[in-house]
């Protein structure tokens, strides 16, 4: 891809709402010729005579001919959202109507805009920062209102006031710093060492909780992943379909109907919850099929946030069979289905002491249950939106090499390492967040950060 860098001065358009038919298409155009482009397109109305933040609603031809009715939105430079002058068109949504109108805008002289090349714009114009750069695209992205209000949150700077505050503590401090390293011929100490130590734990202790964040990362993009697993025939289906409210996979009296791997999504109270339906385990199959879909099982479980571990609720200490070694590490819920069999219902204790929730899966009783232990094992269930949260790889790998720099600058201090080594690590450690924020950035980097964005944003 050529690099947007180079077409800097070029007015962009593109249309900035999906493909396909819809009440509205919206399309962006910024930069120098954007008045001029919108003026000779409405030729009854000059827009460019209007003040800044006013809509117009008017007519678009282009060769004598109507392209469509349209209200015009105008934002002048350098009050908008790239901080060049910037039209939006709010069209009809037909392909067609849109497709000619971008299509004068480009016969008038525009150009169409690489991905993400408003939002470059609006960050090298510092109408933004990366943190909320990126921000957008996330937003964009978000399939849940937890994602959304994550990347709401990043937007609006939540991240950025969080990494001033850092970046001031460490200013103070290579100021000190540098200070000293003027007078050292005099050794004199301007920092005092408990307080420097002291600012380095605050640092951390700021830094560690964002750090941490990124383990909700894939839950909250992605949905909690929930693998159901259990003997034939114990109503793993049938759960789905009931989680999912929705006949989605094939339920049946004969064990081993389910053979290949079943998924879908469902939300509640805010978290994406990723479920699958897999063939039952049992120790012996004759058949090949089976054995397959047996091994798939195996294969999704490994990589699940949450087992469902489904047994018929006659026999609640059927979870015995099932070989635990390999899922240690994992989160499980043990569920006991068909409670309607015995007439019982909630929390209940086996013989080896594990929590079993007897539900019934074709009566759909027990499943708020079921569902307020998933969220509690999702970990996301009292998640504050208000804590600044970290999403996105770039910011992470940044963020583990800023905590290994500060790891660096305690050592260095307390193994009495010359000051001008430890000054160097704090420069280091401004680096760093100056890469989070898009004040130290180089073009191959940002042409890569924006390239992922789609046309139009
Ligand atoms: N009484 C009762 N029957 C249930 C319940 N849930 C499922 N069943 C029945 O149990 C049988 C098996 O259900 P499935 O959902 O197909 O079971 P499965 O675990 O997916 O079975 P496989 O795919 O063969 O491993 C069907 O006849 C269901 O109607 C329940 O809560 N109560
Ligand atoms: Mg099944």
Request: charged share 25%; glycine share 4%.
């Amino acid at each position: 891809m050529q690099s947007t860098f180079t077409n800097w001065n070029d007015t962009i358009v593109a249309q900035a709402t999906p493909q396909g038919y819809a009440a509205l298409g919206i399309i962006r155009i910024s930069g120098t010729k954007s008045l001029y482009i919108i003026d000779t397109l409405s030729i009854h109305k000059k827009i460019s005579s209007y003040n800044s933040h006013t809509l117009h609603l008017t007519k678009l031809y282009y060769n004598n001919s109507l392209l469509d009715e349209v209200v015009v939105s105008l934002f002048k430079t350098p009050n908008s959202f790239t901080g060049e002058d910037l039209i939006e068109i709010s069209a009809h949504g037909s392909p067609t109507v849109l497709q000619s109108i971008l299509m004068a805008i480009t016969q008038c002289g525009a150009r169409i805009a690489n991905p993400g090349e408003f939002s470059l714009r609006a960050f090298l114009n510092k109408k933004i920062d990366l943190t909320q750069a990126e921000a957008i695209g996330d937003l964009i992205e978000s399939q849940t209102t937890l994602a959304q209000k994550v990347a709401l949150h990043h937007l609006r700077g939540g991240f950025k006031s969080d990494l001033k505050l850092l970046k001031d503590k460490l200013l103070q401090f290579a100021a000190l710093l540098e200070l000293e390293l003027d007078f050292s011929e005099e050794d004199v100490e301007f920092l005092n060492r408990d307080d420097f130590h002291q600012l380095i734990l605050q640092i951390r202790t700021l830094i560690a909780p964002l750090i941490h964040s990124f383990t909700w990362n894939n839950a909250i993009k992605n949905g909690v992943k929930i693998v159901i697993v259990g003997a034939p025939n114990t109503g793993k289906s049938t759960l789905l379909n009931a989680l999912l409210n929705e006949d989605k996979a094939i339920v049946s009296p004969i064990a081993g109907t389910t053979r290949d791997i079943i998924e879908d999504r469902f939300v509640y109270k805010h978290v994406l919850f990723r479920i699958l339906d897999t063939a039952g385990l049992r120790a012996h199959s004759q058949d090949d099929i089976e054995r397959i879909g047996m091994q798939k099982t195996k294969a999704s479980y490994l990589t699940a946030d949450i087992i469902l571990m489904l047994i018929d609720a006659r026999n609640l200490n059927d979870f015995n069979d099932f070989d635990f070694n390999e899922i240690q590490d994992k989160k499980i819920v043990f569920v006991a289905n068909k409670a309607d069999l015995i007439q019982k219902y909630g929390i209940v204790e086996n013989h080896q002491n594990q929590e079993v929730l007897l539900i019934s899966a074709k009566e759909k009783l027990g499943l708020n249950l079921l569902q307020d232990k998933l969220l509690l094992l999702s970990g996301l269930s009292d998640f504050n939106d208000q804590n600044s949260t970290v999403i996105n790889v770039r910011h992470k790998s940044i963020l583990d090499a800023l905590e290994l720099c500060l790891i660096d600058i305690e050592n260095a201090f307390e193994n009495k390492v010359s000051s001008e080594y430890i000054s160097l690590h704090i420069r280091e450690a401004l680096q760093k967040i100056g890469e989070l924020t898009g004040d130290i950035t180089t073009e191959n980097k940002l042409d890569y950060i924006f390239s992922k964005f789609c046309i139009g944003k």
